[in-house]
């Protein structure tokens, strides 16, 4: 079954250095795409960045990059230079591309809540 | 501007109580999704619906239902079968599942407690 893992519940980081949140995915689909989305306290959820499992290199999205380990089955977003507006949770998910797969669901870690500090 | 438009943001819900949460779109995205979040949980299918007049289950369907008679509109209803609806619901909408690597897109979300 697909799962997405995030084992960090919370995350401190100063600001202006660059922070990692880890993703680990378990899925069995040779197809599959993997987001990020950041959720301020405010509650919506803002897209940030995508990684195709045929992409063949890691996405970047200005300050956002991620550090796609295909093997290991890791999906790790890498912010840079934190501002204090970076301060949120942040959730990785998984959508399957193929066969009875292919309904466009997403599956979503349990987040990670970041806090920047100034 | 284009967007999800979702109402109200916060509901109260009594005892024995069906409410419905409203969740409107102007992308002309095909598919749309119903969340529920648990404070510092991630997020939790309820129902999608790929196109219009056509909806599933996701992983907690129970104690919920939807309805998708226009493109643009997707209401969720909590009913009272529903023992524990108090949470945070998000709505999502996306062009379709043959693109894959598009996001979903959400709306603000509707906090509903009970009363």
């Known amino acids: 079954a697909q799962k997405i893992t995030q084992t960090q519940p919370g995350m401190f980081v100063q600001e202006k250095e660059a922070v990692t949140l880890d993703c680990t995915y378990d899925?069995?689909?040779?197809?599959?795409?993997l987001f990020w989305y950041k959720q301020p306290s405010s509650g919506e959820m803002i897209f940030l960045i995508y990684?195709?499992?045929?992409?063949?290199q890691n996405a970047t999205e200005g300050r956002y990059s991620l550090n796609f380990q295909k093997a290991r089955k890791s999906a790790n977003l890498v912010i840079s230079a934190s501002q204090l507006g970076d301060s949120a949770m942040y959730f990785c998910?998984?959508?399957?591309?193929?066969?009875?797969?292919?309904?466009?669901?997403?599956?979503f870690g349990q987040g990670t809540t970041l806090q920047v500090k100034p | 501007d284009g967007g999800i438009t979702q109402s109200p943001k916060y509901l109260f819900r009594k005892e024995g109580q069906n409410v419905t949460l409203s969740c409107e779109q102007n992308?002309?995205?095909?598919?749309m999704y119903w969340y529920r979040q648990d404070p510092g949980q991630g997020l939790r299918l309820i129902y999608y619906?790929?196109?219009?007049?056509?909806?599933q289950k996701g992983d907690i369907a129970e104690g919920y239902s939807v309805s998708r008679e226009k493109k643009e509109s997707f209401p969720l209803t909590v009913t009272s079968a529903q023992k524990n609806p108090t949470a945070f619901y998000l709505c999502?909408?996306?062009?379709?599942?043959?693109?894959?690597?598009?996001?979903?897109?959400f709306g603000d979300g509707t906090r509903l407690s009970i009363l």
């Open positions: 999502a909408s996306s062009i379709g599942r043959s693109r894959g690597n598009q996001p979903q897109h």
């Open positions: 899925t069995s689909d040779p197809s599959y795409g």
């Open positions: 990684q195709g499992s045929y992409d063949q």
């Open positions: 998910a998984m959508r399957e591309h193929s066969g009875s797969g292919n309904t466009g669901k997403l599956i």
């Open positions: 992308l002309n995205h095909d598919a």
């Open positions: 619906s790929q196109i219009v007049n056509d909806f």
